[in-house]
C-alpha cells in the first residue's frame, strides 16, 4: 500500500530540544513523504523553548500539552492525533515516537518498508526498528541495565526473516511502547501495542543510550516513571546493576551484501572511544 497523503510523525518532546532537531533531520531523509507534529509535555527549558518556537516559524505543527507523570499519561497523545486527522474522513496511518529516536542509521526507505510489513502482517498492530545496541558505549551510566533489559526482550532471540520490495528484511515480533513505530490506519493509539521490530538496515539509535548526545536537563527535569535512560533517579538506582548476559545476536551487511545473522560476545563489544 502507498500512503495516500502525507505520512504524520507525532513525536512526544519534553526538555531535549537538541535531540529534537536530529529526529527531524532524519525522519526528513526519509523517501516517505511525511509531516511532523511535536506534542510537548510541559516543556520549561529555555533552549528546548526556543528549538520548539524556531520549528513552528518553520512550519512544524507544535502541540503544547501540560507536564506529566506517569507513563499512563503518555497516551493523552492521541487527542493530537484526533485533531490532526479530524480534516480527514478517517484517521490514516500514523507514527508515533519518542523525541530520542534516531533514523539516521536506517536507510531512506525504512518507512515504506515498516508500511509493507504491516500490509503483510495483518495481525501486528504496528511495524518499527530494533533499537542497536552493538555501539553503545561501556560509559553509559546504565550500560548493564540497558543490555540486560533489551537482550532479555529483544537482542537474544534469532530474527524471522522474509523478503520484501525493499529485498531481503529481518524482523521480530515484539511489543511496542513510545519508541518509534507505524501504527495502522483507524487504530487509537496506546501504549504496548503487539507490533514488529525491524533489524539492520532499518534499526534505529537511542540517543539517550549514548553519554556525549544526551543533556544534563532533561536528566534532573524529567519522571523517573517516564524516563528510564536519561534519569538522575535512575541513574542512582540501577547504575550498579550487574550485567547478566554474555552474548546477543544482531543482523548486519556481509561482505556479498547479504544480510548475516551472527551472536556479539559482550566481552567483545567496544569500549569507550572504540
Not at 52 to 67: D, I, P, S, Y
Not at 112 to 127: H, I, N, P, Q, S
Request: aromatic share 10%; glycine share 6%; with cysteine.
Amino acid at each position: 500500500m502507498m500512503f495516500a497523503r502525507r505520512l504524520p510523525i507525532f513525536i512526544i518532546s519534553f526538555n531535549r530540544g537538541a535531540f529534537l532537531r536530529r529526529v527531524i533531520d532524519s525522519y526528513r531523509r526519509q523517501t516517505t513523504p511525511i509531516d511532523i507534529i511535536v506534542h510537548d509535555n510541559g516543556s520549561d527549558d529555555p533552549e528546548t523553548l526556543d528549538i520548539l518556537g524556531e520549528l513552528a516559524a518553520q512550519g512544524v505543527a507544535v502541540h503544547r500539552a501540560g507536564k506529566i507523570e506517569s507513563p499512563d499519561q503518555l497516551e493523552t497523545i492521541d487527542q493530537t492525533i484526533d485533531s490532526y486527522f479530524g480534516w480527514f474522513r478517517r484517521r490514516g496511518r500514523y507514527v508515533v515516537t519518542d523525541c530520542d529516536i534516531d533514523l539516521a542509521p536506517a536507510r531512506p526507505e525504512a518507512l515504506a518498508l515498516y508500511g509493507e510489513l504491516l500490509d503483510r502482517f495483518r495481525k501486528a498492530e504496528c511495524v518499527g526498528p530494533m533499537l542497536r545496541i552493538a555501539d553503545i558505549p561501556r560509559d553509559y551510566r546504565l550500560f548493564n541495565h540497558v543490555m540486560n533489559r533489551h537482550i532479555e526482550q529483544f537482542w537474544r532471540f534469532p530474527p524471522e526473516r522474509i523478503q520484501t520490495r525493499q529485498g531481503d528484511c529481518a524482523y521480530l515480533p515484539a511489543t511496542i511502547d513510545t519508541t518509534f513505530a507505524v501504527h495502522r490506519e483507524g487504530s487509537s493509539f496506546r501504549r504496548l501495542k503487539r507490533g514488529l521490530r525491524v533489524y539492520h538496515p532499518f534499526e534505529a539509535r537511542h540517543l539517550d543510550w549514548y553519554p556525549d548526545e544526551a543533556g544534563e536537563i532533561y536528566r534532573h527535569t524529567s519522571a523517573a516513571a517516564i524516563s528510564h535512560w536519561n534519569n538522575a533517579t535512575q541513574f542512582a538506582a540501577l547504575a550498579r546493576e550487574p550485567l547478566r548476559f554474555e552474548r546477543y545476536t544482531i543482523v548486519e551487511s556481509a561482505a556479498d551484501g547479504r544480510l548475516a545473522i551472527r551472536d556479539v560476545e559482550l566481552a567483545n563489544h567496544p569500549e569507550p572511544g572504540r
